[in-house]
Antibody, heavy 119, light 110 residues
Framework: EVRLVESGGALVQPGGSLRLSCAVS????????MYWVRHAPGKGLVWVSY????????GYADSVKGRFTISRDNAENTLFLQMTSLRAEDTAVYYC????????????WGQGTLVTVSS | QSALTQPASVSGSPGQSITISCTGT?????????VSWYQQHPGKGPKLVIS???NRPSGISNRFSGSKSGNTASLTISGLQAGDEADYYC??????????FGGGTKLTVL
């Protein structure tokens, strides 16, 4: 069974930082490209960042570029998202997701972790 | 505003069929056959039900089917069951970013 389990979500003040983790099992993590995708209240899903297997090739949505950093530990089968300078508009459920080998589609998702940015 | 347009809600009675549309542009749905559909029950993560416009992953009921015409993709669920009640999201590869999603459609089984 493929499992993606996010953790690290919390209530944080504007300007604060947070690190999300995603533990992956049941699939070859080191072979997998990965996304972070978020779902803000009342809005649609939006991709936040991606990382390829080498851990060096990454991409970010304009809304988080320069503030968020994606990384991975292939030895520990874990994906990370370091978030800094958090804003109210970053409030969302954050999902990690595995990118399939066809056209950047997602084949597996985690259950999500809630990040709330508020004073 | 989401990049792909879905109806906010659809409904149907048990045993009936429903179709959810997903409208994009020639930069995404209209050009690429990398359209996926996801089912999400409350409190759970999304689950892939259709990929590559029409492909059903292993374990997904053949009551789920996908299609595409021009810039609009569609998900059809036949023989509606109570367990199909969920939110449904579409996604597409796009020329300008890896993926764009629809705003989601709430399916109610009456």
């Amino acid at each position: 069974e493929v499992r993606l389990v996010e953790s690290g979500g919390a209530l944080v003040q504007p300007g604060g930082s947070l690190r999300l983790s995603c533990a992956v099992s049941g699939v070859c993590f080191s072979c997998s490209w990965m996304y972070w995708v978020r779902h803000a209240p009342g809005k649609g899903l939006v991709w936040v960042s991606y990382i390829k297997t080498d851990g060096i090739s990454t991409g970010y949505a304009d809304s988080v570029k320069g503030r968020f950093t994606i990384s991975r530990d292939n030895a520990e089968n874990t994906l990370f998202l370091q978030m800094t300078s958090l804003r109210a508009e970053d409030t969302a459920v954050y999902y990690c997701a595995r990118i399939s080998n066809r056209g950047w589609q997602i084949d597996y998702w985690g259950q999500g972790t809630l990040v709330t940015v508020s004073s | 505003q989401s990049a792909l347009t879905q109806p906010a809600s659809v409904s149907g009675s048990p045993g009936q069929s429903i179709t959810i549309s997903c409208t994009g542009t020639s930069s995404d749905v209209g050009t690429f056959n990398y359209v996926s559909w996801y089912q999400q029950h409350p409190g759970k993560g999304p689950k892939l039900v259709i990929s590559d416009v029409t492909n059903r992953p292993s374990g997904i009921s053949n009551r789920f089917s996908g299609s595409k015409s021009g810039n609009t993709a569609s998900l059809t669920i036949s023989g509606l069951q109570a367990g199909d009640e969920a939110d449904y999201y579409c996604s597409s590869y796009t020329a300008s970013s890896p993926v764009v999603f629809g705003g989601g459609t709430k399916l109610t089984v009456l």
